[in-house]
């Protein structure tokens, strides 16, 4: 899972005005405890712990800044929710801490707190290099924040608690949720993996799965509260169940979903090559509100180099799933993961995970150059030297944006279901447009039509699509031609 999956709305918190239709004066007037502002890092598990962050500051009586005080630096508190996966988010986690040093020693008694996985990973490193932190707070010590921040203004000194083991899922803390129609639900924390690439079993533990009846119960509260859709999150979602002794669980979880009232959309991500089992597919398909969207981590096309990189799975079976998927849901959009530049990787490897692609022809493809992490057993192999990993990446890139091309291509002509996003994209208001995802996920802009009223956050509108992007779909129909445009509220 990673940031790039995600639109900037979907990475970052909506304001409190925004979620509660308090004015930004209301707010401003009443700073509580403090005005707070959570900047995160990193893939959707993050940004859903940001919203249990947000949560727990509230019921402490702290309060969400609005984008006007954001914008003006007029908080009291900065949180920042870290990524370890790339060295990049490592950069940028030093690059933002040393922004807010200058801010703070402007004003001494603003506070800072680090949480997330850089903070579980890198602890020490953060306090001595970053000494005007207050709190540095591990994956497992969300809850401990506030207490935290108290104890680092008594005692003027930064205040550390990472904890290993996990007492209590992050679920079970209060929430202050993004987003009034889309919800983030965890079921499983940890991964049980030894992907030679990859730091989060450090970070995040042994996988830990939440009691089926307590994920339901939670996608019940957000539908009650005015949730449309749900996405499903674990390092490895569809594993769900295997600590349980279930191997079926996470299809059953998926067919249960099936029968709440008022929940039009299920999504998940992500899932293993490994555990994806016809159960799962066969659920997705049969399933109505759960969305024919996968996105499924290939990392190479080399059986050798996904042997070096110990996922238990080869090329042959990653394609048929795809095969399998496609049969039962051929509308389905699949995209993955794929790095460039693992260590050892030959021009034969590269070229077979381009041989891959070609015939996967994925919606798209986020890819990435390897970056080593310290501590993975990936980091002191042989590296392949730079130059050559970013020819490699340029050529994949351009491979996969003409295969994402010629599948938005695909879209033309065709009625597609979209539910209003939370907020609008940045020119609608000067196109009358709307915004929001089709059922399989892809970004689409709406043109109402003359004389119709603007549909509102939450509708469903379906409409024909007139034009495709590279990346996202437009529907500009006209009704008086024989297109479709009708709102479902």
Known sequence: MNEDMMTIEERNPI??????????GAIAKARGKGVYYVHTLGCQMNVHDSERIAGVLESEGYVQATDEQVKTEDVDLIVLNTCAVRENATERMYGTIGRWARLKRRRPDMQIAVGGCMAQKDRERITSRAPWVDAVFG??????LPR???????AGRSQVEISQDLEYFPSQLP????????????ISVGCNNTCTFCIVPAVRGKERDRRPGDVLEEIQRCVADGAKEVTLLGQNVNSYGYSMGDRMAFSK???ACGTIDGLERVRFTSPHPAAFTDDVIAAMAETPNVMHQLHMPLQSGSDRILRAMRRSYRSAKFMDILRRVRAAMPDAQISTDI???????????FEQTMRVVEEARFSSAFTFEYSPRPGTPAAVMDQVPHEVVRERYDRLHVLQERLTAENMKGFEGRDVEVMVAATQGRRDGDTHRVTGRERTGVLTHIRVPEGEPMPQVGDFITATVTRAADHYIIADPDP???QTYAVRH
């Open 148 to 154: 935290l921040l108290d104890n680092a203004r008594a």
């Open 15 to 24: 304001p409190a005005a925004a979620l509660t239709g308090t004015s930004n």
């Open 253 to 255: 979880l998926l067919r």
């Open 480 to 482: 008086k031609a024989g």
């Open 139 to 144: 994956t497992k010590n969300i809850g401990s």
């Open 339 to 349: 790095i460039v530049g693992f260590p050892g990787e030959t021009d034969e490897d």
């Open 175 to 186: 929430t202050s949720r993004a987003s009034r129609i889309s919800s983030w639900v965890s």
